[in-house]
């Protein structure tokens, strides 16, 4: 059981917009920094998303995120076959003094 | 260029000891926050430990305490993971994770290619 809840799965076609949800409580999402990553199969995670809505370099913009109490939303428009991965979520949690991830939503480029 | 390379992974007995390496590269190694984060077969991301740039705070997740410690030799810049009393619920591919700052709670902006580990009893 994730601190951090996540739908298993989401699907959408080449073209499609599609949006991954991250919920949590204001000990971590409601009070700090969420990120997300990006993991192909067989391949380490790669950061995707921080502070809510920045993108590292070589990000496309077709990636961006939202915050609203203590859930967060990552989007992906324009959806592409190279977007088929498992997406988390993350975030400091100040009660547990730790890192708590999402269990990870499988995304399928259909 | 960033590097991470993890070491040290294999097969242990329940109850055995292991230590984990990371030998990191391609940036100021002690001015970033460093941790481990676990993968078990098929499953998701498991935050394992941090350690502050400095190397003076540490934080567990509660599978882990008082079982495994983390710290880093900045003269090396190399990260370690001494595991004890391993349980069979630590078979995962561990991974080694670079911080964007040298906070604790900084977002995981590069990773290893990560490590086996697996226990058998």
């Known amino acids: 059981q994730s601190v951090l809840t996540q739908p298993p799965s989401a699907s959408g076609t080449p073209g499609q917009r599609v949006a991954i949800s991250c919920s949590g409580a204001s000990s971590n999402i409601g009070n700090n920094i969420v990120s997300w990553y990006k993991q192909l199969p067989g391949t380490a995670p790669k950061l995707l998303l921080y502070?809510?809505?920045q993108r590292p370099s070589g990000v496309p913009d077709r990636f961006s995120g939202s915050k609203s109490g203590t859930s967060a939303s990552l989007a992906i428009s324009g959806l592409q076959f190279e977007d088929e991965a498992d997406y988390y979520c993350?975030?400091?949690?100040?009660?547990?003094?730790?890192?708590?991830f999402g269990g990870g939503t499988k995304l399928t480029v259909l | 260029e960033v590097q991470l390379l993890e070491s040290g992974g294999g097969l242990r007995q329940t109850g055995e000891s292991q230590r984990l390496s990371c030998a990191a590269s391609g940036f100021t190694f002690s001015s970033y926050a460093m941790s481990w984060v676990r993968q078990a077969p098929g499953k998701g991301l498991e935050w394992v430990s941090v350690i502050g740039g400095s190397g003076s705070r540490t934080y567990y997740g509660d599978s882990v305490r008082g079982r495994f410690t983390i710290s880093r030799d900045n003269s090396r810049s190399t990260l370690y993971l001494q595991m004890n009393s391993l349980r069979d619920d630590d078979t995962a591919l561990y991974y080694c994770?670079?911080?964007?700052?040298?906070?604790?709670?900084?977002?995981?902006?590069?990773w290893g290619q990560g490590i086996q580990v697996t226990v058998s009893s």
């Open positions: 993350g975030a400091w949690d100040d009660s547990l003094n730790g890192w708590v």
């Open positions: 994770a670079k911080g964007s700052s040298g906070s604790y709670f900084s977002v995981f902006d590069y």
């Open positions: 502070s809510t809505n």
